[in-house]
């Protein structure tokens, strides 16, 4: 697997306390790869590694095939959470301004913003200062500064803090448009649908530790667990339900008398399904029988709850 970063055994500590555990992981390129956890699990310590912010005191982190050097930074792009903005520029002097610290010349950053001061419908926004700004404006202007330059990994700490929908749903496109012109993308959130609809990939810290990495649809794999949603057209639904509910574990389930339709969520004891759908089959007419596949989020408070039961 080609990966843009891998962090090798990467630990931390700030005194007695671990921010990070024999931490390692691997970024495959071209991808958006999601890194969850609760807070203080040590999200932010191992962003703030990979910027060269701080560093670690044990482990090796590797970019592009090289080991991280403080010129990989150029092509390393990080939105923070807490963005940082000054509130009195205005801001085209600061888009500037930053763009030019990033390396890029005055007229090529000119021309880069303007592309993008269009893109997102901002250009008469210029000659504001940020403090004029709402949270969601100075956000779009947080994200041209940190993607103005092009790098090979972009980090974002949850990029749609401060968006209504209609906006966070504009990042999200611009987000899968960088991913398809080559980006890679570390995506920190705890928002679990942004995770479904963006990351190909995930990893999940814990108190310091990594316990969950991988590619999501692999892990949704592993974590399904033989749950299906009936539906059925049946006259003796009651009967029929309670007959079921004998031999399977019934999660749920409604009949509607009237209509003589039975819904109902069953639990398999294996993968098998053919001998119930026979059965389903003799008792009446079955119009849908679908797997139901646990979500980021079931994964996410099912693994972190069974680690901390056992620490």
């Known amino acids: 697997m080609n990966s843009i970063l891998v962090a090798e055994q990467i630990t931390k500590q700030f005194g007695p306390h671990f921010a990070l555990k024999n931490v390692s992981l691997e970024i495959p390129a071209n991808s958006i790869y999601g890194l969850l956890g609760p807070n203080g699990a040590g999200k932010t310590t191992l962003i703030r590694i990979i910027n060269q912010i701080t560093y670690p005191d044990s482990g090796r982190v590797f970019f592009n095939g090289q ?5 990989h930074i150029s092509q390393i792009g990080y939105l923070p959470e807490e963005r940082g903005l000054y509130k009195s520029m205005k801001v085209g002097e600061q888009v500037l301004y930053l763009a030019q610290l990033k390396g890029l010349s005055k007229e090529e950053a000119k021309k880069r913003l303007r592309f993008w001061f269009e893109r997102l419908e901002i250009g008469d926004w210029w000659n504001k200062k940020i403090q004029e700004l ?11 500064v940190t993607v103005l330059h092009e790098p090979k990994l972009l980090i974002f700490d949850e990029p749609f803090s401060g968006f209504d929908p209609i906006n966070a749903n504009i990042i999200k496109e611009e987000i899968l448009q960088l991913k398809e012109r080559g980006t890679s993308i570390i995506f920190s959130t705890h928002r679990m649908e942004s995770v479904e609809e ?13 316990i969950l990495d ?3 649809s692999d892990i949704k794999k592993q974590y399904k667990n033989n749950i299906y949603t009936v539906g059925m057209a049946i006259q003796e639904g009651e009967t029929f339900l309670k007959e079921l509910t004998e031999k399977f574990q019934i999660t749920s389930s409604a009949f509607n008398r009237k209509e003589a339709q039975l819904q109902f969520q069953i639990q398999l004891p294996t993968e098998d399904t053919r001998p119930l759908l026979t059965h389903l089959s003799s008792k009446g007419t079955v119009h849908n029988f679908v797997e139901t596949i646990p979500s980021a989020s079931d994964i996410f408070i099912k693994t972190v709850q069974s680690k901390s039961v056992y620490e």
């Open 214 to 216: 991988g590619k999501l």
């Open 198 to 210: 963006l990351c190909e990939y995930i990893a999940l810290l814990h108190n310091a530790e990594k």
């Open 67 to 71: 080991p991280l050097k403080a010129e």
């Open 134 to 144: 709402s949270k969601g404006m100075a956000q779009k202007i947080q994200f041209i």
